[in-house]
């Protein structure tokens, strides 16, 4: 072969390597953008994906007690004003209580969202929680507890020496009967000693244990106050209300998990507006309001309460989503007088930004919480 032949040869062997070579590069090229755009179009989907996730519907997980005096949550579950406020933004998911140290628990425990309850359990979670786990966000009923006794008994110097029931040690119920005692000088001790003995249990048992003369008498939310009235000859020795001025004081709000306010504003938003809802069939049409308020507590608890026993015990209620703030800092004055809390700093307990939103929309005045 001529030195020319080869120098040819090598040329078109250069050509072929560098086309060659050119050839994998734009191959290559073409691999990445092919896998970068399969890359683009799967995040989107994950983000569509992950979008899709964050606009399904929330569940609020929703606890109240099978009481009167959570009647603005009787009528808003069992009318459907908490169902048709969330709409399609939310599901409801109920859970019942005794007393209000449960729903705490309850609450810490992340079992329930949210919940109605009284003023002292409510103190004591954001004690307990260094005022972290938990915001009052509108209030619900004032009025409807008593402390009803044997007929026997005239003052509270009768009671010395007898037995008195609550629905559960450091309930509301449970620090005004003690705060109301030491008042009227008379001491009883959290494991049932002292001049009066104070047994925890719940309302079913405690009309039971009075027919049965165990107990003289009971400090009880309605309508077990009046039951024991109606059912067992018991008699009114001490109506809460003549203890508070204008007869106005907390006796049951609704409370959020500070976690669950913060990450779902708006399901908060239409949980109040359901509660409103029911106040204002409550104070519109209390006939339809009582009824739905009985049917709801046979649904949790088995059994229809008389009618009357719910027409005599309504009128001594008083609903409203004012949260009565001045009377919840007495409330924990009370709590520290008898022993089951410290002096704390309240200022932060209420969050009314979305109640008042929610008023605001209606053309009604705002509420206030503590200065």
């Given at each position: 072969?001529?030195?020319?032949?080869?120098?040819?040869?090598?040329?078109?062997?250069?050509?072929?390597?560098?086309?060659?070579?050119?050839?994998?590069?734009?191959?290559?090229?073409?691999?990445?953008?092919?896998?970068?755009?399969?890359?683009?179009?799967?995040?989107?989907?994950?983000?569509n994906?992950?979008?899709?996730?964050?606009?399904?519907?929330?569940?609020v997980?929703?606890?109240?007690?099978?009481?009167?005096?959570h009647?603005?949550?009787?009528?808003?579950?069992?009318?459907?004003?908490?169902?048709?406020?969330?709409?399609?933004?939310?599901?409801?998911t109920?859970?019942?209580?005794?007393?209000?140290?449960?729903?705490?628990?309850?609450?810490?425990?992340?079992?329930?969202?949210?919940?109605?309850?009284?003023?002292?359990?409510?103190?004591n979670g954001?004690?307990?929680s260094?005022?972290?786990a938990?915001?009052?966000?509108?209030?619900?009923?004032?009025?409807g507890?008593?402390?009803?006794?044997?007929?026997?008994?005239?003052?509270?110097?009768?009671?010395?020496?007898?037995?008195?029931?609550?629905?559960?040690?450091g309930?509301?119920?449970?620090?005004?009967l003690?705060?109301?005692?030491?008042?009227n000088?008379?001491?009883?001790?959290?494991?049932?000693?002292g001049?009066?003995?104070?047994?925890?249990?719940?309302?079913?048992?405690?009309?039971?244990?009075?027919?049965?003369?165990?107990?003289?008498?009971?400090?009880?939310?309605?309508?077990?106050?009046?039951?024991?009235?109606?059912?067992a000859?018991?008699k009114?020795?001490?109506?809460?209300?003549?203890?508070?001025?204008?007869?106005?004081?907390?006796?049951?709000?609704?409370?959020?998990?500070?976690?669950?306010?913060?990450?779902?504003?708006?399901?908060?938003?239409?949980?109040?507006?359901?509660e409103?809802?029911?106040?204002?069939?409550i104070?519109?049409?209390?006939a339809k309001?009582?009824?739905?308020?009985?049917?709801?507590?046979?649904?949790?608890?088995?059994?229809?309460?008389?009618?009357?026993?719910?027409?005599?015990?309504?009128?001594?209620?008083?609903?409203?989503?004012?949260?009565?703030?001045?009377?919840?800092?007495?409330?924990?004055?009370?709590?520290?007088?008898?022993?089951?809390?410290?002096?704390?700093?309240?200022?932060?307990i209420?969050?009314?930004?979305?109640?008042?939103?929610?008023?605001?929309?209606?053309?009604?005045?705002?509420?206030?919480?503590?200065?």
């Amino acid at each position: 072969m001529s030195f020319g032949h080869l120098m040819e040869n090598s040329c078109v062997a250069w050509r072929f390597s560098t086309n060659f070579i050119n050839f994998m590069e734009n191959r290559c090229r073409l691999i990445a953008a092919v896998a970068a755009l399969a890359l683009a179009i799967g995040l989107t989907a994950c983000s569509n994906s992950t979008a899709a996730d964050s606009s399904a519907p929330v569940n609020v997980r929703l606890g109240y007690f099978p009481n009167l005096t959570h009647a603005p949550a009787l009528v808003g579950v069992r009318d459907g004003h908490f169902a048709r406020a969330l709409g399609t933004d939310g599901t409801l998911t109920l859970s019942t209580f005794n007393a209000g140290p449960l729903a705490i628990e309850a609450l810490f425990s992340g079992a329930i969202d949210a919940t109605f309850i009284g003023p002292n359990p409510a103190i004591n979670g954001y004690v307990k929680s260094k005022g972290k786990a938990l915001r009052i966000v509108a209030g619900a009923t004032s009025g409807g507890a008593a402390l009803v006794v044997d007929p026997s008994i005239h003052s509270p110097a009768d009671l010395r020496g007898k037995t008195l029931a609550t629905p559960q040690l450091g309930g509301t119920q449970d620090v005004a009967l003690r705060a109301w005692l030491a008042d009227n000088h008379l001491s009883a001790d959290t494991s049932g000693g002292g001049d009066v003995a104070i047994v925890p249990q719940q309302n079913s048992a405690t009309l039971d244990a009075f027919k049965a003369g165990d107990i003289a008498g009971a400090w009880l939310p309605e309508p077990w106050a009046t039951r024991l009235i109606i059912d067992a000859g018991a008699k009114v020795l001490v109506d809460e209300a003549d203890l508070w001025p204008s007869g106005k004081f907390v006796t049951t709000q609704l409370i959020v998990s500070t976690e669950f306010l913060n990450k779902h504003p708006q399901q908060v938003h239409q949980l109040i507006e359901g509660e409103l809802a029911a106040l204002d069939e409550i104070a519109n049409d209390p006939a339809k309001a009582q009824l739905a308020a009985n049917e709801q507590i046979a649904a949790v608890t088995g059994k229809r309460l008389p009618d009357t026993l719910i027409t005599a015990a309504w009128p001594k209620l008083d609903f409203t989503y004012d949260p009565i703030a001045s009377s919840l800092r007495t409330a924990a004055d009370h709590a520290h007088s008898v022993g089951l809390l410290d002096r704390v700093d309240l200022s932060g307990i209420y969050d009314l930004t979305i109640l008042n939103q929610v008023l605001a929309d209606r053309k009604l005045e705002p509420v206030k919480g503590l200065s």
